[in-house]
């Protein structure tokens, strides 16, 4: 299966401190994603990063993409109660037509 | 940013019957859209790809006789799911991708429709 995995796949923490989530994947990609779902809704498009970029930043979601490894990482730092969501990451392959594959997602709950 | 819509947000149905999804592109034309499934607390699955004006392109174990998907015009694509049983049962997302913008095109996501088959 092409499908990423990612890591934790549950993660709980306190209001302020900062959450990290990893997502590896198998084959050479065009770009990765990260996308937010609250439960039982849609998807909300955080970061995408190009093959070719190793970290980027918005506001305070850093995302890192390593090839070498075929691995990302997504921080959300300072997080906040309305921070509580699932986080999926995303790859598109080369030659695909586009289509996404889903990493399992990681669970992510902040207490205030 | 681009909006992407899709109806109905919620089905019930009886088993035996067909449901048909639709997915829009609100503001701009998208050649290629996209079907996911996503069962609770599990990740979208890709389904299939729909593009324009040809036959849809199924992943590897979906049923294409069960889930018809037809991309009519370039602001539209429906799914439907004939003769829907509970375990098709599931929360159904479209995407569409945007090719106005330069390099990677992002996708953007409908807000899914929940499906339950009685």
């Known amino acids: 299966s092409q499908q990423g995995e990612e890591d934790p796949q549950a993660l709980s923490i306190q209001e302020g401190e900062n959450a990290t989530m990893n997502c590896s994947y198998k084959?050479?990609?065009?770009?990765l994603q990260w996308y937010r779902q609250n439960s039982g809704r849609g998807l909300v498009h955080l970061i995408l990063i190009r093959s070719n970029e190793r970290e980027k930043h918005s506001g305070r979601l850093r995302v890192t993409l390593d090839t070498s490894k075929k691995s990302s990482s997504l921080l959300i730092t300072a997080s906040r109660a309305a921070d509580t969501a699932s986080y999926f990451c995303a790859t598109e392959f080369y030659n695909q037509g586009g289509k996404l594959i889903f990493g399992q997602g990681t669970e992510l709950s902040v207490k205030p | 940013g681009a909006v992407v819509s899709q109806h109905p947000s919620r089905v019930i149905c009886k088993s035996g019957t067909s449901v048909k999804i639709e997915c829009r592109s609100l503001?701009?034309?998208?050649?290629?859209m996209f079907w996911y499934r996503q069962f609770p607390k599990q990740s979208l699955m890709l389904m299939a790809t729909s593009n324009e004006g040809s036959k849809a392109t199924y992943e590897q174990g979906v049923e294409k006789d069960k889930f018809l998907i037809n991309h009519a015009s370039l602001t539209l694509s429906t799914l439907t799911v004939t003769s829907a049983h509970p375990e098709d049962s599931s929360f159904y997302i479209c995407?569409?991708?945007?090719?106005?913008?330069?390099?990677?095109?992002?996708?953007?996501f409908g807000p899914g429709t929940r499906l339950l088959v009685l």
């Open positions: 503001d701009f034309q998208a050649t290629t």
């Open positions: 995407s569409a991708r945007d090719p106005r913008a330069g390099g990677p095109e992002t996708q953007y």
């Open positions: 084959t050479s990609i065009n770009n």
